[in-house]
């Protein structure tokens, strides 16, 4: 009997983790088609960097016995264009590349604004 309850506990794990790959893996393309079609149709403009702002955070990783801090650095920009702003995160070397104050080529559709100068440096 606690085989019989064995193989059903691996039938539901094996469920799930298939219900979740697949939900990542469709909000994924989701994402990807929402980014697609915002290159297409987006209104072409230019945004004006209101501020930077770099953001560290260290979490602590157990590897056993032994606990190792691992840090993440995020890389944002606030945004004004058309009358909204947006913060987006970025990559080091555009974030490094912007000041306050410069203007930088983008696409705004719906609630979101894409960098062009992002889409080139990512071969797009």
Known sequence: MS????????LLISF?????????????MKDQSEHEQALK????????VIDKEKKTTT??????????PNTTVHYR??????KNEYKISVSKKLYDQVEQGDYLAAKVYKDRIILLQEEKSEGK
Request: charged residues 10%.
């Open 16 to 28: 799930l983790l298939l219900t979740f790959v697949g939900i990542n893996v469709f909000l994924t």
């Open 77 to 82: 920009l606030k945004l004004y264009a058309l």
């Open 41 to 48: 149709e987006g209104i072409e403009t230019e945004a004006f």
């Open 3 to 10: 085989e019989s309850n064995g193989g059903i506990w691996l």
């Open 59 to 68: 979490t602590m990783v157990s590897t056993g016995q032994v606990m190792i």
